[in-house]
């Protein structure tokens, strides 16, 4: 069996057990016992079970960066672009929900270590939703006097809270729900300019 299944198996096993008991509930030996590896098979993927707890959010922050990095180089229109990058951030909720439950739930317990390279990812995201606003508001598409970076954490408050109530088996897909986000944030910040320009894409408004 290759290194990386064992990783991915450990990983899986301890999402299961976070979820079901909580992070101060779950030891190193149980996660071990539950992925049947060994805990030399632990040690050699994971330094500690906070690297693991820390592992489990880099999965989720680095595919957001990622994806929205790729929106943002995708679109030549600060509209188009805001809505993309909305996309590619809400998308994390279908593909990776465990791991943020997870991490929202029990990340409070890292060290301070970690949390440090946390922030620094977190803000390279912010710092991303902070320029396609700026865009928008030298392209006239959004409107002037709203604050660059309350607008971003607006936004991402807006949706970093959707972990707690969003369910995959729900009447609403994620795709649906992202609508009705680009829909309230986009009635909120542009221009009568950047308005009609939203309405020639179908998509953008519901």
Not at 41 to 63: M, P, Q, R, T
Not at 74 to 102: G, Q
């Amino acid at each position: 069996m290759s290194k990386q299944s064992v990783k991915e198996r450990i990983l899986e096993t301890a999402l299961d057990l976070f979820q079901q008991k909580g992070y101060h509930g779950v030891s190193v030996d149980e996660i071990v016992e539950k992925a049947g590896t060994s805990k030399g098979g632990f040690y050699h993927n994971f330094k500690s079970k906070d690297a693991l707890l820390y592992e489990i959010h880099d999965v989720f922050i680095s595919f957001v960066l990622k994806q929205t990095k790729v929106a943002y180089a995708k679109y030549d229109n600060p509209i188009e672009k805001v809505c993309a990058m909305l996309y590619a951030f809400t998308n994390v909720f279908d593909v990776y929900n465990r791991h943020i439950t997870v991490f929202y739930d029990e990340g409070t317990y890292l060290p301070p270590a970690y949390k440090l390279i946390i922030k620094e990812k977190r803000t390279e995201y912010r710092k991303l939703i902070e320029q396609v606003i700026e865009d928008g508001k030298l392209s006239g598409d959004f409107r002037a006097e709203i604050s660059v970076t309350i607008t971003a954490m607006a936004i991402i408050g807006l949706v970093n809270w959707t972990y707690k109530w969003y369910k995959q088996s729900g009447p609403l897909t994620m795709e649906q729900i992202t609508l009705h986000f680009n829909d309230l944030i986009l009635r909120g910040i542009v221009t009568d300019k950047g308005y009609e320009e939203a309405l020639s894409y179908q998509h953008l408004l519901s």
